[in-house]
């Protein structure tokens, strides 16, 4: 039952990042070919953007280093739904498939998948692009221009604020657990 919610929820999160990115960047273009389409009047847009390294742009450049960073979550991740007993656990279960569908939509670009070359700037007309595609855009004037992302880096925040939530609220053993527990450490009298 594990690997049937966590194959599942890792497959809709990765296809609802790469469709809704393929969507954004069919329809609007490349970053800087279209100023966006206003979502909410004021506060959120479409608008692509390319981003080649980790949150908020930080790490530029450092691609293939982000590249084994994921690999290895990926691996990590894999080896905690297959070897750990978390069968019982669902919020653990959706943390981690919600950060591995997030590394995957966004691996998926930084392998240079998507097939985008650079329209500019003009030293880098047509090279491949290994860079996340980013559309959305949350921006309140004078206040906040938050970075452009993606659902996978939403799938990733979701993840990680599950794993925070769990870390100050692990799940409670039921009592039928922690009586089997005692039963099976208590000695025998023979």
Same mark, same amino acid.
């Given at each position: 039952?594990?690997?049937?919610?966590?194959?599942?929820?890792?497959?809709?999160?990765?296809?609802? &990042?790469?469709?809704?990115?393929?969507?954004?960047?069919? +329809?609007?273009?490349?970053?800087?070919?279209? *100023?966006?389409?206003? $979502?909410?009047?004021?506060?959120?847009?479409? @608008?692509?953007?390319? +981003?080649? !390294?980790?949150?908020?742009?930080? !790490?530029?450049?450092?691609?293939?280093?982000?590249?084994?960073?994921?690999?290895?979550?990926?691996?990590?991740?894999?080896?905690? $739904?297959?070897?750990? @007993?978390?069968?019982?656990?669902? $919020?653990?279960?959706?943390?981690?498939?919600?950060?591995? !569908?997030?590394?995957?939509?966004?691996?998926? &670009?930084?392998?240079?998948?998507?097939?985008?070359?650079?329209?500019?700037?003009?030293?880098?007309?047509?090279?491949? $692009?290994?860079?996340?595609?980013?559309?959305?855009?949350? @921006?309140?004037?004078?206040?906040?221009?938050? *970075?452009?992302?993606?659902?996978?880096?939403?799938?990733?925040?979701?993840?990680?604020?599950?794993?925070?939530?769990?870390?100050?609220?692990?799940?409670?053993?039921?009592?039928?657990?922690?009586?089997?527990?005692?039963?099976?450490?208590?000695?025998?009298?023979?």
């Amino acid at each position: 039952m594990t690997w049937t919610v966590f194959t599942t929820l890792v497959t809709v999160t990765t296809a609802a &990042d790469l469709i809704t990115k393929a969507i954004a960047f069919k +329809n609007l273009g490349m970053p800087g070919t279209s *100023p966006g389409w206003p $979502v909410i009047p004021n506060m959120l847009w479409y @608008r692509t953007s390319l +981003n080649e !390294g980790a949150l908020f742009g930080l !790490g530029q450049g450092m691609g293939w280093f982000f590249i084994t960073v994921s690999v290895a979550a990926l691996i990590g991740i894999v080896f905690t $739904v297959s070897w750990l @007993r978390i069968q019982n656990d669902t $919020v653990l279960i959706v943390a981690l498939a919600s950060i591995t !569908g997030g590394i995957l939509g966004n691996l998926y &670009d930084r392998l240079g998948i998507p097939g985008l070359h650079w329209h500019a700037p003009l030293g880098r007309q047509g090279e491949s $692009v290994y860079a996340v595609r980013d559309w959305i855009h949350f @921006r309140l004037e004078g206040i906040i221009d938050w *970075p452009i992302f993606n659902l996978a880096d939403s799938f990733l925040v979701l993840g990680a604020g599950l794993l925070l939530f769990l870390s100050f609220f692990p799940p409670a053993h039921t009592s039928d657990s922690i009586s089997t527990k005692t039963h099976s450490q208590e000695p025998t009298n023979a």
